[in-house]
């Protein structure tokens, strides 16, 4: 349920940077950087997406490097190449000194795409190495219509190319505990205020059970890592939400809730946040068409 959660609030984030994909100059906007693989075409499915996510995710923490994807409909009225070397610049992938991130960028409509290598990858990934990978493995699976299998046999061949390279093991991060658990479980809160509401307002009363109800999950916030300030506004949101929820019905009023959305359809999407390490491009790379 948490995974459809966030696949819902990822995709109204990516609607809202479609709605406002151009920029006053009259390029496209950027997309924030949000997940390994930004996909603004609804071209991969959510298994395929939350697959090749998965994986890219997987590598960046094991390795530090960064492999990310975007799909957007066109770059015009830019070159891919001019588009790639602004949205590299942009979300800097990669580890800020080692610049070995790389992104592969899809103009779909164009049928354009482009393999654009940091500076530090340029020895692991030279220029031909990125046209052959565009040529022999991404070009014949669009053809196809295989965007999946173009882009998932292409992100193999780079993480092998950027393994094969003698670069520092990644630096671990100092985990804050409980620091953003809370907001990631917001969802989860919501789902325990409709039933521990139902269940303490049939219990004890629509008042004394709204408010105990509001009581645990302000100090449930809390115990996640939640301020003071936002236990108390959770607290009260939850209390307010319950008694609004009616009379004594039982979780069963509110069925259709926790599982009935659609669109993603499952499958680990591994990290949701995903941001550039600072990594530095040049201009490295290779464009391509299908």
């Not at 307010?240 to 959305?261: E, I």
């Amino acid at each position: 349920m948490l995974a459809c959660w966030k696949s819902l609030l990822l995709g109204c984030g990516l609607l809202f940077a479609m709605a406002h994909s151009q920029a006053a100059d009259g390029l496209l906007e950027l997309p924030p950087l949000q997940t390994a693989v930004t996909d603004l075409t609804q071209t991969l499915s959510a298994d395929e997406q939350a697959a090749l996510n998965q994986k890219l995710s997987q590598f960046s923490q094991q390795s530090g490097s960064q492999v990310a994807v975007l799909l957007v409909p066109s770059t015009q009225p830019e070159e891919i190449s001019q588009f790639g070397i602004r949205l590299a610049e942009a979300w800097k992938i990669g580890r800020e000194k080692q610049d070995d991130g790389v992104i592969i960028i899809v103009a779909k409509n164009d049928r354009k795409m482009r393999i654009e290598v940091g500076y530090g990858l340029e020895g692991a990934i030279p220029d031909a190495i990125a046209k052959r990978i565009i040529s022999e493995q991404i070009a014949p699976a669009f053809k196809q219509g295989q965007f999946y299998q173009g882009l998932n046999l292409a992100t193999d061949s780079l993480i092998k190319l950027i393994q094969g390279e003698q670069l520092p093991a990644p630096t671990k991060k100092q985990r804050q505990p409980h620091a953003d658990d809370w907001l990631s479980m917001l969802p989860i809160l919501m789902f325990a205020a409709i039933i521990g509401g139902a269940i303490f307002k049939g219990m004890l009363g629509d008042f004394p059970g709204s408010l105990v109800t509001g009581g645990l999950l302000g100090g449930l916030a809390g115990w996640l890592g939640a301020t003071a300030l936002i236990m108390g506004f959770i607290g009260l949101a939850a209390f307010v939400f319950t008694l609004a929820m009616g009379g004594r019905g039982g979780a069963g009023t509110y069925g259709p809730y926790p599982g009935g959305l659609g669109g993603y359809s499952g499958g680990s999407r591994g990290p949701d946040i995903f941001s550039g390490g600072g990594g530095g491009f040049g201009g490295g790379g290779a464009s391509g068409d299908w």
